[in-house]
């Protein structure tokens, strides 16, 4: 079975690039107001929450979250982060696959390729800020 797990993450990613990528209209309207679990290459690799208004938060299941937000540029859904290090936007084209969301990092197959492995109508998780001594 796992080794069917990265075939079917190929299949996705080949399945996607046969379509059109989603116009910002188009993922707007099918991410508003849900919770999307995302895995590359067969494993876990995030979880983002999106809002009204195109405002995000993302977590690499760590119980970290990062709030930004999200807008269309060359045809591609760019995110910023406000406690991004590297406050450049990282862009994405989706695609709507069989199974849910496909994304290619900056529109590249060759790139990172996330697909939605769940989706939930209640929020995420996320730890509070650290306090200490």
Do not use: H, N
């Amino acid at each position: 079975m796992r080794r069917l797990i990265p075939i079917f993450a190929a299949l996705v990613a080949q399945a996607a690039t046969a379509q059109s990528p989603m116009s910002a209209e188009e993922f707007d309207a099918y991410s508003r107001g849900k919770t999307f679990y995302y895995g590359s290459g067969g494993q876990a690799y995030g979880v983002e929450q999106y809002y009204d208004g195109r405002r995000v938060t993302w977590s690499f299941l760590d119980g970290q979250c990062a709030d930004g937000e999200w807008y269309e540029q060359d045809g591609m859904i760019c995110f910023v982060y406000d406690a991004d290090p590297d406050p450049g936007p990282q862009c994405w084209t989706f695609f709507k696959g069989p199974s849910g969301l496909v994304a290619q990092f900056q529109g590249d197959p060759a790139q990172t390729t996330l697909y939605e492995v769940q989706s939930a109508e209640e929020p995420m998780r996320c730890l509070g800020p650290e306090v200490g001594v």
